[in-house]
């Protein structure tokens, strides 16, 4: 698995302060796209020892919240199983940190991958620039949800995370 950054102390790409892990690779090519330095899944650093070592010793820290896996997409095929190991790793190692994923997939398109109910929000859906909203928290077009994945799965039915409530 290749990455392209790892940042500390993000207040952006989720709930709390963040350690966001930048993947390399996506498929999706979205027009409008804010990243696409990391559509090459070749590109950026390999993802080594050292680099989880980094992630680790964020999420060791009290005032850390979680980790947000961004890019890119995680969920990207090159790099699935990758991810998947990790994200079990990290809800070993860290059970009481949150866990969240963007990708342009949609959830019911990911859902039935085994570490998606490790997780606990999922922003799905590609990036559409018709649909562009400045106003909206977390994504950046309307048809793109921000899904709490835990409720989903006990309601059975999509429930979207809204700035901290529950909104169906």
């Known amino acids: ?11 952006l790409n989720g709930s709390g302060l963040r350690v966001v892990l930048w993947v390399a690779g996506c498929g999706h090519h979205c027009p409008g796209c804010h990243n696409p330095i990391t559509h090459d899944p ?3 650093l390999e993802f080594d020892d050292s680099a989880k070592q980094e992630l680790f010793q964020e999420l060791k820290k009290d005032y850390v919240d ?8 995680p969920l990207h095929p090159i790099h699935v199983n990758e991810i ?8 070993a190692k860290f059970p009481n940190k949150t866990k969240w994923l963007y990708t342009g997939y949609t959830y019911e398109q990911i859902s039935s991958l085994p570490f998606i109910s490790m997780l606990d929000v999922v922003c799905d859906g590609r990036f559409e620039i018709d649909k562009y909203d400045p106003k909206l928290h977390w994504v950046g077009s309307s048809n793109q949800r921000v899904i709490d994945v835990k409720a989903t ?3 059975g039915r999509i429930i979207c995370y809204q700035d901290g409530s529950i909104s169906g």
């Open 66 to 73: 979680g980790i947000t896996f961004s890019g890119g997409d």
């Open 84 to 91: 998947g190991e990790l994200i079990a790793e990290i809800n």
């Open 42 to 44: 070749n590109g950026g």
């Open 153 to 155: 799965k006990k309601e």
């Open 1 to 11: 698995m290749r990455y392209h950054n790892i940042t500390k102390d993000d207040m």
